[in-house]
T-cell receptor
Framework: ETGVTQSPTHLIKTRGQQVTLRCSSQ?????VSWYQQALGQGPQFIFQYYREEENGRGNFPPRFSGLQFPNYSSELNVNALELDDSALYLC????????????FGSGTRLTVV | GQQVMQIPQYQHVQEGEDFTTYCNSSTTLSNIQWYKQRPGGHPVFLIQLVKSGEVKKQKRLTFQFGEAKKNSSLHITATQTTDVGTYFC??????????????FGKGTKLSVIP
């Protein structure tokens, strides 16, 4: 059984650029959630995808968007990058809406300069 | 919106001492989950509590969910160096829209002195 895999592991972007982060969910999981974790903070919910549709969104602006594919993998896209977007982006998969816990990937460390 | 507070922010203990972290939510929760994040790692699911007053044990770890389903605690007996990391509680609001949305506390960073 494979876990959650994310790519890339590290990324450096310039302010104003766009970025796409990728996530493959754990085998058997049909829901993917994305979290942003700033240094020294807890993960913050960005949004969740279930059956290829956004199933809820946290307090993030529309320039954060995502997709889920038929194989349950997912992408997180961020447009017009700002310095404050520098963080660890975590993908978490679950069966259903996560009422039995989430399996997190190792994350993508995004640095915006 | 929902807020989850966690204390203490940091805890340094001598190996063999006990450790407790506390979690309080501003709203009633449908369930609370606990995660451990090792330095440089990612959160790893430990447990979920659902019922009011629930107590669960995993070896040296004891988890409690308050009667009002607004607070929780994690207690580690006789800490070991392998317990080092940041412990997060994460609350899911009561059933309804957004009930899947976990709100994480800021975590308690545990250091264990050998």
């Amino acid at each position: 059984e494979t876990g959650v895999t994310q790519s890339p592991t590290h990324l450096i972007k310039t302010r104003g650029q766009q970025v796409t982060l990728r996530c493959s969910s754990q085998s058997g999981h049909n829901t993917v959630s994305w979290y942003q974790q700033a240094l020294g903070q807890g993960p913050q919910f960005i949004f969740q995808y279930y059956r290829e549709e956004e199933n809820g969104r946290g307090n993030f602006p529309p320039r954060f968007s995502g997709l889920q594919f038929p194989n349950y993998s997912s992408e997180l896209n961020v447009n017009a990058l700002e310095l404050d977007d520098s963080a660890l982006y975590l993908c978490a998969s679950s069966l259903g809406t996560g009422t039995y816990g989430y399996t997190f990937g190792s994350g993508t460390r995004l640095t915006v300069v | 919106g929902q807020q989850v507070m966690q204390i203490p922010q940091y805890q340094h203990v001598q190996e063999g001492e006990d450790f407790t972290t506390y979690c309080n939510s501003s709203t009633t929760l449908s369930n609370i989950q606990w995660y451990k994040q090792r330095p440089g790692g990612h959160p790893v699911f430990l447990i979920q509590l659902v019922k009011s007053g629930e107590v669960k044990k995993q070896k040296r770890l004891t988890f409690q969910f308050g009667e009002a389903k607004k607070n929780s605690s994690l207690h580690i007996t006789a800490t070991q160096t392998t317990d080092v990391g940041t412990y997060f509680c994460a609350g899911a609001p009561s059933a309804g829209a957004g009930s899947y949305q976990l709100t994480f506390g800021k975590g308690t960073k545990l250091s264990v002195i050998p």
